[in-house]
């Protein structure tokens, strides 16, 4: 079984500064998918990126991006320019690749408080 | 997009009874999930959803406990059943296969926050 792991329980960052929130996964299978979802206190769940494991090139997305190190089975997610509305639970998510419907593994989460 | 919302939003029980929620996606989904989250914890798969068949439980949940329904395409409802305190959780419903997305990404309801007395 996989299984995701975040190490940093809560991280705070001055507003307009950059943060990088950890995750560690261990698999033994070679092809899957990466997540970062953010939940804020609405407690919506969004999709804020994602990594295919066959793709060298790091995933970004305006100021969020990962740097994916499949050796290490790392994939640490980096906002940027951090904005107020950045505050909420990140979870990094873990999906096997092939059949549809394979769940999702989450880590634990890691807070991210942003000081103005 | 899928647009998902959940029914109700928020509701307080009383232990032993049941509750049902709704997850309605405003377009045909390939697949639907149901999560729990316990208070300060992370997500955990309670079971998916097949259309048209009987739910595939994650090793910990069982079909007496939360029964599932997906009628068709587009909704689902898990229902807490005989709860009690452990019960409180957030309960959410994911989809997965929406139109315009990536066939392996899931989006997630607004979830249905349950507090059990």
């Known amino acids: 079984a996989q299984t995701v792991t975040q190490s940093q329980p809560e991280m705070s960052v001055q507003e307009a500064e950059t943060v990088t929130l950890s995750c560690t996964y261990d698999?033994?299978?070679?092809?899957?998918?990466l997540f970062w979802y953010k939940q804020p206190p609405s407690r919506q769940m969004i999709l804020v990126i994602r990594?295919?494991?066959?793709?060298?090139q790091n995933a970004t997305e305006n100021r969020f991006s990962v740097n994916f190190q499949k050796a290490a089975k790392s994939f640490s997610l980096k906002i940027s320019d951090s904005q107020l509305g950045d505050a909420a639970m990140y979870f990094c998510?873990?999906?096997?690749?092939?059949?549809?419907?394979?769940?999702?593994?989450f880590g634990g989460g890691t807070r991210v408080l942003v000081k103005p | 997009s899928a647009v998902i919302s959940q029914k109700p939003s928020r509701d307080i029980c009383q232990r032993g009874t049941s509750l049902t929620i709704q997850c309605q996606v405003d377009?045909?989904?390939?697949?639907m999930f149901w999560y729990r989250q316990q208070p300060g914890q992370s997500l955990t798969l309670i079971a998916t959803?097949?259309?048209?068949?009987?739910?595939?439980?994650e090793s910990g949940f069982v079909i007496d406990k939360f029964p599932i329904s997906r009628p068709n395409l587009t909704f689902s409802t898990l229902t807490v059943s005989n709860m009690s305190p452990e019960d409180s959780s957030i309960y959410l419903c994911?989809?997965?296969?929406?139109?315009?997305?990536?066939?392996?990404?899931?989006?997630f309801g607004p979830g249905t926050r349950l507090t059990v007395t």
């Open positions: 998510a873990y999906r096997s690749a092939g059949a549809a419907g394979n769940k999702l593994t």
């Open positions: 698999t033994s299978e070679s092809d899957y998918y």
């Open positions: 377009s045909q989904v390939t697949m």
């Open positions: 994911s989809v997965e296969g929406a139109s315009g997305r990536r066939d392996y990404e899931q989006y």
């Open positions: 959803a097949n259309q048209g068949s009987e739910a595939t439980y």
């Open positions: 990594q295919e494991a066959y793709k060298q």
